[in-house]
């Protein structure tokens, strides 16, 4: 049972690059969760999905583009990075809105 | 401001010791929940506590919410070194159809 993995783990880019950072969960949730965490910002929501074919924005959507084609899969793109998108993503899912989160391992991401 | 803030935001108590750590909130939500973080790893779930409940045990875990006061406390009793870690609430706020975290409580336990 894999639960909700991502992918990469860790990675550095340069200013203007187009990146992707994947999400994957095993459980058939509804819901997917991308979040950035940041010193002094605490956990803030990027984009959610309530199922495939449906998401929206969060708290924090500028640069960022998301697609969920499949149940089990919820990209997170940074078009064109940025020093300030520097930081660690975390990937969440669950069955209801309401309900417990289950968050992966999250990815490193340096722009250079 | 953040919708959940968490107090303090670090604390050093020594093994075996209590402790206590409190979340504010601003408007009314369905649930909070909190979760632990350890160092360079995501988030764990601890307890959820609907706003209809006053308190929660789990374990070395007591969950308090006060929906009068809009604020919540995680209290871990017998505190371990493997407790070591950061601890969020997050809140369910009702209507906005997300989570929101507050920025943690770092809590140190000392051997």
């Known amino acids: 049972d894999a639960g909700i993995t991502q992918s990469p783990r860790y990675k550095i880019t340069e200013t203007g690059r187009q990146v992707t950072l994947m999400c994957h969960q095993t459980?058939?949730?509804?819901?997917m969760f991308w979040y950035r965490q940041d010193l002094g910002h605490g956990l803030r929501l990027i984009y959610y999905?309530?199922?495939?074919?449906?998401?929206d924005k969060g708290e924090v959507p500028d640069g960022y583009v998301v697609s969920r084609s499949k149940t089990e899969n919820f990209p997170l793109t940074l078009e064109s990075a940025t020093r300030s998108q520097t930081s660690v993503y975390f990937c969440?899912?669950?069955?209801?809105?309401?309900?417990?989160?289950?968050f992966g391992p999250g990815t490193r991401l340096l722009v250079l | 401001s953040q919708q959940g803030e968490e107090d303090p935001q670090a604390l050093s108590i020594q093994e075996g010791e209590n402790a206590t750590m409190n979340c504010s909130y601003k408007?009314?939500?369905?649930?909070l929940q909190w979760y632990r973080q350890n160092s360079g790893r995501g988030l764990v779930h601890l307890i959820l506590?609907?706003?209809?409940?006053r308190e929660k045990h789990s374990g070395r875990l007591r969950v308090t919410l006060d929906t009068s006061k809009k604020s919540s406390s995680l209290l871990i009793t017998a505190s371990r070194a493997a407790d070591t870690a950061s601890y969020f609430c997050?809140?369910?706020?009702?209507?906005?159809?997300?989570?929101?975290f507050g920025q943690g409580t770092r809590l140190t336990i000392n051997p």
């Open positions: 969440a899912s669950n069955r209801r809105m309401e309900e417990t989160q289950y």
């Open positions: 459980w058939s949730h509804s819901y």
């Open positions: 999905s309530a199922a495939a074919d449906i998401t």
């Open positions: 408007t009314s939500i369905n649930n």
């Open positions: 506590i609907r706003s209809n409940e």
């Open positions: 997050a809140t369910d706020v009702q209507g906005a159809q997300k989570l929101v």
